[in-house]
């Protein structure tokens, strides 16, 4: 089970860090994906870490103002969000797969409930 939080209303160029706790004991074996849906638009990928935390890999629209880590100790991710912009207004979501991370959201099995990203000009 995931939970994600961390969302506000924020000005442009502001940083914002969203937290997704997960309650299972085994995290360290599930790579993390966040996605995000803005209203009348699909969900869309925003970046992954992989469960070896080796690996991360980002949207274009967010690659060099997003990071994601994780702490496997407390059982959680993190999305880092700078310089946010008005577009990067929606719900955002944190989801796990076991092992190996994927941009594709249906190959995720857990999902948090969604936390609100509203980014004023």
């Known amino acids: 089970q995931l939970e994600d939080s961390g969302g506000g209303l924020v000005q442009a160029g502001a940083s914002l860090r969203l937290s997704c706790a997960a309650s299972?004991?085994?995290?360290?074996?599930?790579?993390i994906g966040w996605f995000r849906q803005a209203p009348g638009k699909e969900r869309e990928f925003v970046g992954f870490?992989?469960?070896?935390?080796?690996?991360?890999n980002f949207a274009d629209s967010v690659k060099d103002r997003f990071t994601i880590s994780r702490d496997n100790d407390k059982n959680t991710a993190y999305l880092q969000m700078n310089r946010l912009k008005p577009e990067d207004t929606a719900s955002y979501y944190c989801?796990?797969?076991?092992?190996?991370?994927?941009?594709?959201?249906?190959?995720?099995?857990?999902w948090g409930q969604g936390t609100q990203v509203t980014v004023a000009s």
């Open positions: 870490i992989g469960w070896r935390a080796i690996n991360t």
């Open positions: 299972e004991r085994t995290f360290s074996s599930y790579s």
């Open positions: 989801a796990a797969k076991y092992y190996q991370p994927s941009r594709d959201p249906w190959e995720y099995d857990h």
